[in-house]
């Protein structure tokens, strides 16, 4: 048994060291900007290898945004565009900003109100802009600008797009690669969400919050069930034990991925940091593993010491359940996910929870029957 608890471990490890190690290449992490471009938040974009820095602030009747759009256009004469479009979600009604190097030989960034697929011409945008800049490094094309958004603006869609050519001063058409057709999405200024088709951070999100609800909202509690419950039961002897590990064991392998995804999320969207939901996960990962490593020092049955351990193992697992959900809420809160997936875990719990009363009810009464029937035997259903 403890060798096979020691496999899992060393698994989840592995598992961690290799998603923490998958995220090590995203730009947020690697970009450095000289000191008077300072941003408070970043996000790895989905497509093109590209990255969105910025630092957006509520102002009286409208909205700052001071961003730096990073991307490596497909060649040296090339273009990188960053736009929001206020009004559907693809390249039409773009409000765009391309950087590429002008006629005169130095890098800029012109403005774009696009308006169709045809070629594109500069013109006035609906927002305000100012100190539009641009510098090519390292193959990639940085484009750095302050925007003016309407009053109470959060979540803007953005569209951004690499191209090839620039003829005349002109941005000539993109690949039509699904990479260049996939990149657009929703970003929130505030939180530093990020969405879009199959976009590897929504993605990375629903694993994360699939693996955490799972194994820390499904598994372990029910792994409790079984061992409180079963326990009353003589001939569910060692039944309840497999069972109980197994569930345990199982939900924190699960556990510690979905914990793991959790960290390269809070990595990839720098500076913004959800202080409570991050320092609960950590507590639920290191109250796990205690509960893994408190196996190997169990004392036997009749031992002395086995009643501070079970105190011990008992009041740990409690918190674990009680933490988790209350971090499942929270985690739901920052995805901001659909109604239907708070109300899905909502009726889980329930049906969790219904069906632990009834047991509980059910114990109650054979154990005070036993007890009633047999007045020297202790009931086997204790801490
Ligand atoms: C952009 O073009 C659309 C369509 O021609 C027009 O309605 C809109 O006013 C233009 N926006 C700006 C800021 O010029």
Redesign the pocket.
């Known amino acids: 048994m403890a060798a096979r608890a020691a496999l899992l471990i060393l698994l989840a490890v592995l598992l961690f060291s290799g998603v923490v190690r998958g995220n090590a290449a995203g730009s947020c992490s690697s970009m450095s900007f000289p000191s008077n471009r300072v941003y408070a938040a970043c996000s790895d974009l989905p497509r093109l290898s590209s990255s969105l820095h910025w630092t957006y602030e509520g102002g009286k009747g409208f909205g700052s945004l001071s961003f730096a759009f990073v991307a490596p256009p497909p060649s040296q004469s090339g273009w990188v565009s960053w736009a929001i479009n206020p009004s559907g979600g693809g390249m039409i009604?773009c409000?765009a900003l391309i950087a590429f190097r002008q006629p005169d030989g130095a890098m800029g960034v012109k403005t774009y109100?696009?308006?169709g697929y045809g070629p594109v011409s500069e013109?006035?945008?609906?927002y305000e802009t100012s100190d539009l800049a641009a510098e090519f490094t390292g193959g990639a094309m940085r484009m750095f600008g302050k925007m003016k958004l309407p009053e109470g603006t959060t979540v803007v869609k953005q569209v951004w797009q690499v191209g090839a050519e620039v003829v005349d001063g002109v941005p000539q058409k993109h690949d039509f690669k699904p990479e260049n057709l996939e990149s657009m999405g929703t970003v929130d200024l505030l939180s530093g969400g990020i969405s879009g088709a199959g976009s590897s951070a929504s993605r990375n999100k629903n694993t994360h919050g699939i693996l955490c609800a799972v194994s820390w909202g499904v598994l372990l509690p029910l792994g409790q069930i079984f061992a409180r419950y079963l326990k009353t039961f003589k001939s569910a002897d060692p039944a309840w034990f497999y069972l109980h590990i197994s569930c345990q064991t199982l939900g924190y392998v699960i556990g510690v991925a979905g914990w793991a995804t959790g960290l390269v999320l809070g990595n990839k969207s720098k500076g913004i940091v959800h202080t409570n939901h991050r320092n609960i996960g950590i507590t639920l990962f290191t109250f796990c593993t205690l509960q893994v490593f408190a196996l190997f020092l169990r004392p036997n049955k009749d031992h002395k010491y086995r009643l501070y351990w079970n105190i011990y193992h008992h009041s740990i697992g409690y918190s674990v359940i009680i933490l988790s959900i209350v971090n499942i809420f929270k985690g739901m809160d920052i995805l901001a996910v659909e109604q239907k997936w708070r109300t899905g875990y909502i009726v889980a719990i329930c049906i969790l929870g219904g069906v632990a009363l009834i047991l509980e009810i059910i114990t109650w009464t054979i154990v005070l029957k036993r007890k009633s029937g047999k007045p020297k035997e202790r009931p086997t259903f204790h801490v």
Do not use: D, L
């Open positions: 009604g409000q109100n696009v308006t013109g006035p945008i609906a």
